[in-house]
């Protein structure tokens, strides 16, 4: 069975450009959801999307968008980039959404803003 | 203070050393106790998961829980050099939502052959 795939691996821009992450989760899965990982502050959680819709949501601002599809990918975006949104973005797909159940992430996008 | 406190090391041991990851926290509430293994270049995998307090114990790792000290361990025994990696934890007072997953930064630890 496939793991979760991320693409782009890496990415660079420039501060107020737009970016768009994309995740295809594991078969059957049906939650994505998203981190951004930073040494300073660690795996931070976006938001959760399940069948389409989101379902939770962090504490980031609406710069941080995202959205889900029929077949369950996922794509991020991120707009007016700002040089702290340099990070690596993470993807992750369970079943259900549960932590109770084990979480599946990708490798990352690693986020690069000049 | 963070909810959840962990020494980013570096950790580094000789191969076949006993190594234990801590890590500390505040919110008496937290049921759901969890460590990923994060390999450099890679995405977080899931190690080990425990509910409330006592032992788990999966081939050389064994995760611990002391709520009343709020204090939780993984332990490593007859590490390996394919057990360098960061390890995180991460815990909640729920498990039917990952978004109130808190998560430790992490420790990075190296084992030396």
């Known amino acids: 069975k496939a793991g979760v795939t991320q693409t782009p691996r890496y990415l660079i821009k420039t501060r107020g450009q737009q970016v768009t992450l994309s995740c295809s989760p594991i078969?059957?899965?049906?939650?994505v959801s998203w981190y951004q990982q930073t040494p300073g502050q660690g795996l931070q959680f976006l938001f959760e999307?399940?069948?389409?819709?989101?379902?939770n949501k962090g504490n980031f601002p609406g710069r941080f968008s995202g959205r889900q599809f029929s077949n369950s990918r996922s794509e991020m975006n991120v707009s007016t980039l700002e040089l702290g949104d340099s990070a690596l973005y993470l993807c992750?797909?369970?079943?259900?959404?549960?932590?109770?159940?084990?979480?599946?992430f990708g490798d990352g996008t690693r986020l690069s803003i000049l | 203070q963070k909810e959840v406190e962990q020494d980013p090391g570096p950790l580094s041991v000789p191969e076949g050393a006993i190594v234990s990851l801590n890590c500390t926290y505040s919110n008496s509430a937290f049921q759901y106790f969890m460590w990923y293994r994060q390999y450099s270049r890679k995405g977080p995998e899931l190690l080990m998961y425990t509910y409330s307090s006592g032992n788990k114990e999966d081939g050389r790792f064994t995760a611990q829980v002391d709520k009343s000290s709020k204090y939780i361990s993984l332990f490593i025994r007859d590490s390996q050099p394919s057990d360098s990696a960061t390890y995180l934890c991460a815990m909640s007072d729920n498990a039917g939502n990952n978004r109130k997953l808190i998560w430790g930064l992490g420790t990075s630890l190296a084992v030396n052959p």
């Open positions: 078969s059957g899965h049906r939650s």
């Open positions: 992750a797909s369970s079943q259900q959404g549960a932590n109770n159940q084990p979480q599946h």
């Open positions: 999307y399940f069948s389409e819709t989101q379902r």
